[in-house]
């Protein structure tokens, strides 16, 4: 049984556990890190990945339309996201 439909290429086994995941030698120490952190400071790192995905995410958009002025280009980013939001329906 496959996890990812889109060809991730991690596998569930008749226990239920993943199997093909690709090695992650430094995972514990980021756990670590996480658990030293103060639930502030774990808050307002989720904050700063969130705002750096976003810029990558606008930064893709202009490099692949690079004709759009900033208004298209903030109202394509907010349709893209809006699609992805709603995918329930």
Request: aromatic residues 6%.
């Amino acid at each position: 049984m496959t996890a990812s439909p889109a060809g991730g290429g991690v596998d569930i086994d008749r226990m239920g556990r993943m199997t093909g995941l690709k090695p992650r030698p430094n995972h514990a120490v980021y756990l670590r890190t996480l658990r030293r952190m103060s639930p502030e400071a774990r808050l307002r790192k989720a904050f700063e990945l969130s705002a750096f995905a976003r810029s990558l995410f606008r930064a893709g958009l202009a490099r692949r339309f690079p004709g759009l002025s900033e208004p298209e280009l903030d109202r394509l980013a907010r349709d893209r996201l809006e699609r992805c939001h709603n995918r329930r329906s």
